[in-house]
């Protein structure tokens, strides 16, 4: 019998020491990425506690197919620092949405190893594999058909008569095939692989209708179901590194889409089930405008910027399109060396990911405490000189303060309409993204500055620098 400390109960214990010191790292590193100063760290201990429960995993006995697991931890690992490289900033939204649905995948694919051969599994651990693949493959088709909204794949919304009924019908069937399976009924494999291709069917028609505006509500829900799914196989494979990784994720996640849902003042179920947030949607829901839009030349801008004494910038995901965040610095740094206040307004779901602009922000070098939350900033905006919008629509359209008709009506917004100059940077006349009229451009304290974000913010740095 081994008595050393590396026999069989000496590796047990070195592996449930790994996972207390996992779990350590995972909660240190959440912490950390809750500020934005510290979050690259938070990054780093949540990555490392990832690295040390894959290591002394491979301490469990009777472990094997290391022909197979080596190549794929290699070739993972490989694809991951590549794509991490190449993936531009704008595209972070999409690569988060895909590798989020692998995490989902993932986690189905180790319900269905089990599932397909359950003949040693307990009815509870039956059940409680059936609902993580459940999650898990929800998860994964879903977030695959997130990322193609994303990147353009996919270029409307499919939407339907009946569809939600339909829908309810699908899962009615997802679950019911799941219970089956659960209490050993009908746990053959025709009926594993059928409650499989159910509950991806289910993911696909959830995710579909669902407009691109959305999509950062989305995204964090998916982020969510991962979570859950990976914290029940933990329970299956009665791996307290998978159950403390997806609990940690899964309330992340949860608490997450609340905090989006709750931005845009609307439910998780008006989010999923209304089809607004639609790309195909009508220009002027909710309702119309009144005037015309007034456009302005960078040069008049240039002296508007230069000679003011506070500037709040507003992004959007206009400026992530044209990759225009180092130039909206550059342009920001010469106006604090004349000695222009300038700050930088985030809204909760400005961009397609909760974050996205305080990323793009932080990538072009912005110091933290320029950048102020819809809170921090909205009362200064009426002691604001300029208000430079560049790329962002619905966080700031005045509608929805006072249209009941429109879809946004009660979300919070950046007051950028109050100060006392509002230039809009904008490609074209065209609505936003979710198909919204934005009264913003109407108003007369408002000049569009047409062109690219780039382009225009190069033009505002020759114009300030002239001024």
């Known amino acids: 019998m081994e008595t050393s400390l590396m026999g069989a109960d000496g590796r047990q214990w070195l592996i449930q020491i790994s996972y207390l010191v996992t779990a350590f790292l995972f909660i240190m590193g959440l912490k950390r990425m809750s500020s934005p100063v510290t979050a690259r760290s938070g990054i780093v201990w949540a990555g490392a506690g990832m690295l040390v429960a894959t290591l002394f995993t491979f301490l469990y006995p009777g472990l094997g197919n290391f022909e197979w697991l080596l190549p794929a931890i290699i070739a993972g690992t490989a694809l991951a620092w590549w794509s991490g490289q190449r993936v531009a900033m704008t595209n972070m939204p999409q690569m988060i949405a895909l590798y989020n649905g692998f995490g989902g995948g993932a986690a189905a694919a180790i319900a269905a190893v089990e599932l ?33 909204k994303l990147q353009g794949l996919i270029k409307r919304s499919f939407r339907f008569n009946g569809q939600n009924i339909v829908n309810l ?80 994720v899964g309330s992340a996640g949860t608490l997450l889409t609340q905090l989006m849902a709750r931005a845009m003042n609307r439910s998780l179920g008006n989010v999923l089930f209304s089809g607004f947030g639609d790309t195909g949607g009508a ?74 602009m305080n990323v793009l922000l932080a990538e072009a070098g912005v110091p933290y405490d320029l950048i102020a939350d819809l809170d921090e900033i909205n009362a200064e905006f009426e002691t604001a000189d300029v208000a430079l919008i560049i790329g962002a629509n619905d966080v700031v359209n005045p509608v929805a303060r006072n249209d009941k008709s429109s879809p946004i009506y009660g979300m919070p917004i950046l007051n950028a309409d109050k100060a006392k100059n509002v230039i809009v940077i904008k ?38 620098k002239a001024a």
């Open 116 to 148: 397909y051969r359950g003949e040693h599994m307990t009815a509870t651990m039956s059940t409680l594999a059936v609902v993580g693949a459940l999650i898990g493959a929800i998860s994964f088709s879903g977030s695959l058909v997130a990322f193609g």
């Open 169 to 248: 019908l699908v899962i009615a069937a997802t679950v019911t095939v799941g219970v089956f399976i659960a209490s050993g009924w009908h746990a053959d494999m025709f009926h594993v692989t059928l409650f499989f291709l159910l509950a991806l069917l289910f993911g696909v028609l959830m995710t579909l209708p669902i407009g691109g505006a959305d999509m950062p509500v989305v995204i964090s829900m998916y982020n969510a179901f991962t979570g859950l799914a990976v914290a029940f196989e933990g329970f299956v494979m009665q791996n307290a590194a998978m159950i403390i990784a997806g609990t940690v």
């Open 283 to 356: 220009a002027a829901a909710g309702g119309t405008v009144s005037g015309s839009m007034k456009p302005i030349e960078a040069a008049d801008v240039g002296v508007m910027m230069a000679f003011a004494q506070k500037v709040i910038v507003v992004p959007g995901y206009g400026m992530a399109v044209a990759q225009a965040q180092h130039k909206v610095w550059e342009l920001c740094q010469l106006l604090i060396e004349r000695g222009v206040m300038v700050r930088f307004a985030i809204h909760p779901v400005a961009g397609r990911m909760p974050g996205h």
């Open 427 to 464: 490609r074209g006349q065209g609505a936003g993204f979710s198909g919204i009229e934005n009264a913003l451009f109407y108003l007369d304290n408002t000049r569009m500055l047409y062109g690219d974000g780039q382009a225009a913010a190069s033009q505002l740095i020759q114009a300030v």
